[in-house]
C-alpha cells in the first residue's frame, strides 16, 4: 500500500515528466562489476620503506606508459613481492530494458560505510551491493535514468588516539574518494554514447559517508578549502593533504596517484545528499551546482547543524562539520538553488518537508543543547525519528536494510556475555530496520527528489511536451474502451504498453497510425499508464479505470 502510495504522489507535480518522477518500466538491466579505473590502495598498501615504495610506483607508471597492464602482484594483498598495492574500482550500471533514448540523464551513487569496509567500519553495509544502493538505483532506472552504483577506495584509522592523526587520515580518505568519483565522471563522459547518457545531466547522490563525498564533489575547488585552520597539521604548519603524494582537487599528478585527464570536464549538475555534511561551509560559494539534502534531525553521527563528526566505531570526535539544516540555507542564499526553487510545488511530500520548517525539536545533547530549530530553506528534507534515551541509538539513516542472516550480520559483534551479532547491534540505531520500511523512505525521497531534479537539470524538453499533446487518450476515466487517437502522419507508432500503479505491465501491442480502440473492460478500477514509443521518443500518459 505504501509503495502504491508514493507511487501515485510522484504524478503531482506535472504529467508530462511521468517517465522519470515514476517507474514506467517494469525491468532493469544490471551490468555489474564493469572496471572503471585502478589505483594505488591506501587500506592494504605498506607505506614503512620509502625506497620500496619508490620502486613500485616506478613499476606501476611504466606499465602504464608502455599502454601495458599493472603487474598481478600489485593486485594481490598477501603477494609480499610489492609494498604498494593496487585496487581494480568497479561500477554497476543500472539502465531500464526496451528503452531506446541515447540522452538520459545518470545517476551516480555514492554508497556508505565510514571510509573502511563493512564489518570493519562497525556496521553491515558499506559497499555498492549494500540493499539500499541496489534498490535506488534500480528505483531509477525504473524512472528512466541510468544508474550507476561504484567502488571507490577506502581506508584510515578511526582507532588513533590522537585526535589530529584521525583527522588527518579521515581528509584523505575522503580525498581520495573524491579523486575517484572525479575519474568516474571523467569515464562515463568519455563513454556517454555506449551508456546512452546525457553528459552534461548528471546527478550525485551520496548515502552517509557518500554524502561528504557528493558534497565535496560540487564544492572543493580550490586547493586554498584545503589549508583552511581545521585542515592544518600543527606539527608541520602545512595541509594534512600533501598534492605531492595524492594529486590536486581533480585527482590527478601526486606521486601515489594513477590517473590521467583523458580531456573530459568534471563538471555535475546536481547533487543530493542523504545523511551527510559539509566538510566545512567555507567550501559552499556562489555558482556551486544545485543541491538537495534528506538528513535525520538527531543523526548522532553526522550532525544536522553545526557539529563535530563522531567515530561510529569508538564514538570518538575527529572534525567540526556543517550539516543540512546550515548548509541548504546558504546554498539557496547564494541563489544556487534557484533553478528548482523558483518552481511550485504542493504534493504532499514536500507539504510534510514544510511542515517541520520553523519547528523545535527536542535534540540529543544535554541542556543547553537540548534543541534544534529546523531551518526553513526549500530543498531541505528533515527526517524525524523519535528521540533515544541512548545518544548513539538515534535513527540516522532509515533507508537503509540489510539481510540479518547475511555474512557480516550474522557475525559477532561482541562476545559478550551476551553475545551480539552485527544484525542485533545494527537495530539498536534503526530499530525498525526492514525492506519494506527502507524503500518507503526511498519513495519518500524520489518523490521529492525527482521532480525538483527535472526542473534543475532541464530534464523535460520542449518537445517531450509537444509528442504528448500529438497523441489524443480518451474518455478519461475509462470503463470499457480506451482510445489513442495519432492524427500526425509524421508520427511513426511501434508500439504501446499499459501500466498499472506498481510498474506492472498489464496490456501491451502495437497501433496503427490513426484511430486505436484499447479494450480496457477487463482491468481492475484504479490509475493507469499508457506509455506509447514511437520514432521521435516515447509517450507516457495517465488514465483511470472506473
Known amino acids: 500500500m505504501k509503495k502504491t502510495l508514493f507511487f501515485l504522489l510522484a504524478f503531482s507535480g506535472a504529467a508530462v515528466a511521468q517517465r522519470y518522477t515514476t517507474e514506467v518500466f517494469s525491468q532493469v538491466n544490471v551490468n555489474a562489476n564493469v572496471s572503471y579505473a585502478q589505483n594505488i590502495d ?175 564533489f560540487v564544492t572543493l575547488d580550490k586547493w586554498a578549502e584545503v589549508e583552511i585552520p581545521k585542515f592544518i597539521n600543527p606539527a608541520t604548519s602545512s595541509s594534512f593533504i600533501d598534492s605531492n603524494q595524492v594529486g590536486n582537487i581533480e585527482g590527478l599528478n601526486g606521486l601515489l596517484n594513477l590517473y590521467a585527464d583523458n580531456g573530459q570536464s568534471t563538471d555535475i549538475a546536481m547533487c543530493v545528499n542523504m545523511g551527510g555534511a559539509l566538510a566545512d ?67 504532499p511530500i514536500t507539504l510534510a518537508a514544510r511542515a517541520r520548517y520553523g519547528v523545535t525539536y527536542n535534540y540529543i545533547f544535554s541542556a543547553p543543547f537540548d534543541t534544534i530549530t529546523v531551518n526553513t530553506a526549500e530543498g531541505l528534507y528533515p527526517v524525524v525519528q523519535p528521540l533515544s534515551a541512548s545518544l548513539f541509538t538515534n535513527v540516522g539513516a532509515p533507508w537503509q536494510w540489510w539481510d540479518p542472516a547475511g555474512p557480516i550480520a550474522s557475525d559477532t559483534f561482541s562476545a559478550g556475555p551476551p553475545v551480539i551479532t552485527y544484525h542485533m547491534a545494527g537495530l539498536a540505531g534503526n530499530p525498525n530496520m526492514s525492506p519494506s520500511y527502507g524503500r518507503t523512505y526511498q519513495d519518500t525521497i524520489l518523490g521529492y527528489v525527482t521532480p525538483r531534479l527535472i526542473n534543475a537539470m532541464n530534464i523535460v524538453s520542449n518537445e517531450e511536451f509537444a509528442l504528448n499533446s500529438r497523441i489524443d487518450l480518451y474518455p478519461n476515466p475509462a470503463t470499457k474502451t480506451l482510445v489513442l487517437n495519432i492524427s500526425d502522419a509524421n508520427l511513426n507508432i511501434e508500439s504501446y504498453q499499459v501500466i498499472d500503479a506498481t510498474a506492472r505491465v498489464v496490456m501491451n501491442g502495437n497501433l496503427i497510425n490513426g484511430f486505436n480502440e484499447l479494450n480496457v473492460e477487463g482491468l481492475t478500477p484504479g490509475v493507469y499508464f499508457v506509455k506509447v514509443q514511437t520514432n521521435e521518443g516515447e509517450s507516457v500518459q495517465r488514465f483511470i479505470k472506473k
Open 42 to 216: 591506501f587500506l592494504t598498501s605498506k607505506f614503512t620503506n620509502p625506497a620500496n615504495i619508490a620502486a613500485d610506483v616506478t613499476e606501476i607508471k611504466t606499465a602504464l606508459a608502455l599502454g601495458q597492464p599493472i603487474p598481478a602482484k600489485f593486485f594481490n594483498p598477501a603477494d609480499p613481492a610489492s609494498d604498494v598495492k593496487v585496487r581494480d574500482l568497479k561500477m554497476d550500471v543500472y539502465s531500464p530494458v526496451g528503452d531506446n533514448a541515447t540522452d538520459r540523464p545518470l545517476a551516480i551513487y555514492v554508497h556508505t560505510g565510514n571510509f573502511l569496509p563493512p564489518g570493519i567500519n562497525g556496521g553491515i553495509n558499506g559497499s555498492k551491493s549494500d540493499s539500499s544502493a541496489i534498490a535506488m538505483c534500480e528505483k531509477l532506472a525504473k524512472r528512466g535514468f541510468v544508474a550507476i552504483a561504484a567502488d571507490y577506495r577506502l581506508g584510515w584509522n578511526p582507532l588513533d588516539p590522537n585526535q589530529f592523526v584521525r583527522r588527518a587520515q579521515l581528509l584523505n580518505a575522503v580525498y581520495r574518494s573524491l579523486h575517484d568519483m572525479k575519474e568516474l565522471v571523467r569515464v562515463v563522459k568519455a563513454d556517454a554514447a555506449n551508456l546512452g547518457i546525457d553528459p552534461n545531466r548528471i546527478v550525485m547522490f551520496g548515502e552517509g559517508s557518500g554524502g561528504y563525498v557528493a558534497l565535496a
Open 281 to 347: 561551509i567555507s567550501w559552499l560559494e556562489a555558482g556551486d551546482a544545485p543541491m538537495i539534502a534528506f538528513h535525520c534531525v538527531r543523526d548522532p553521527f553526522a550532525p544536522f547543524g553545526d557539529g563535530t563528526v563522531v567515530v561510529p566505531t569508538t564514538q570518538d570526535d575527529v572534525v567540526d562539520v556543517s550539516g543540512a539544516n546550515t548548509f541548504m540555507v546558504k546554498a539557496n542564499a547564494l541563489g544556487n538553488n534557484n533553478s528548482f526553487t523558483s518552481q511550485t510545488y504542493n504534493d
